[in-house]
């Protein structure tokens, strides 16, 4: 947030934020530039317990401030997914492009969800490359670009329901709003139901070599970090480091 206090009216207000941009584009690339000098994760108690300290702000402060407390306090403790030894989750890592593009995107803001802008046509087209890249007819079809695996799975899923249901999509308007996305989440709902327990593990097959980042494999450790349920993190456990 911009400062609020002691602005002069007559400065160019958006020189700040050049300035302030200019910063975060250094910090980003010096982040991606410095990955392979860093460990692959680092426990984020430091961060943690930083974070846990600040109170609730009752005023703006300079983008220049929270630049330094990004770099001193976040930047230090990332998941690790951008790390070329990274092993962990199915998270790809950071690309270049998107980190150029990403601040033209929040800059524009905008909802995909109608209207007529470019980024609906943007959109139509990115998916329109998806399709041919499988070798599905583009004009027959049509998609939508997700946050990610889980929201992609919730809607190929909910699409055929609210198709196929009493409780189908073309009974609401097509502009969005609370009055209409309520029957339509409602619908969603439907789609969930409890999964069934998992199956007893009967044998385990370990493997013949040790595993260089987590050591040598025993069924206690292969219990612990393939045991079904949540899981706190991306890591099992503070033990993931490279065998000495």
């Known amino acids: 947030m911009p400062a609020d206090q002691g602005e002069d009216p007559t400065e160019d207000p958006t020189e700040d934020l050049r300035r302030a941009a200019r910063r975060a584009a250094d910090l980003a690339v010096d982040h991606l530039a410095g990955v392979r000098d860093r460990p692959v994760?680092?426990?984020?108690?430091?961060?943690?317990?930083w974070l846990a300290g600040q109170p609730l702000p009752?005023?703006?402060?300079?983008?220049?401030?929270?630049?330094?407390?990004?770099?001193?306090h976040v930047l230090p403790y990332p998941m690790g997914n951008g790390h070329p030894r990274f092993f962990g989750w199915v998270n790809s890592?950071?690309?270049?492009a998107g980190v150029v593009?990403?601040?033209?995107?929040?800059?524009?803001?905008?909802?995909?969800?109608?209207?007529?802008?470019?980024?609906?046509?943007?959109?139509?087209?990115v998916v329109r490359w998806l399709?041919?890249?499988?070798?599905?007819?583009?004009?027959?079809?049509?998609g939508l670009l997700t946050s990610g695996a889980s929201m992609a799975t919730i809607a190929g899923l909910a699409t055929p329901i609210l198709a196929s249901s009493s409780v189908s999509?073309?009974?609401?308007?097509?502009?969005?709003?609370?009055?209409?996305?309520?029957?339509?989440?409602?619908?969603?709902m439907t789609i969930a139901r409890p999964m069934p327990p998992p199956a007893p593990v009967t044998r385990i097959l370990l493997p013949a070599r040790p595993d260089p980042l987590i050591g040598p494999a025993t069924p206690a450790t292969y219990?612990?970090?393939h045991a079904p349920g949540p899981r706190r993190g991306t890591i099992p456990d503070a033990g993931w480091r490279p065998a000495s």
């Not at 524009?108 to 969800?113: F, I, Q, R, T, Y």
């Open 169 to 188: 999509a073309r009974r609401f308007p097509s502009r969005s709003t609370a009055s209409t996305e309520a029957p339509r989440a409602s619908a969603m």
């Open 131 to 142: 399709a041919g890249l499988v070798g599905y007819p583009s004009a027959p079809g049509g």
């Open 93 to 96: 890592p950071p690309q270049p």
């Open 41 to 49: 994760w680092t426990p984020a108690q430091p961060a943690r317990a």
């Open 223 to 225: 219990h612990r970090r």
């Open 58 to 72: 009752d005023r703006g402060r300079p983008v220049e401030d929270l630049l330094a407390d990004i770099e001193a």
């Open 101 to 125: 593009v990403e601040p033209i995107a929040a800059a524009m803001n905008p909802s995909c969800a109608g209207g007529d802008h470019a980024a609906v046509e943007l959109e139509r087209c």
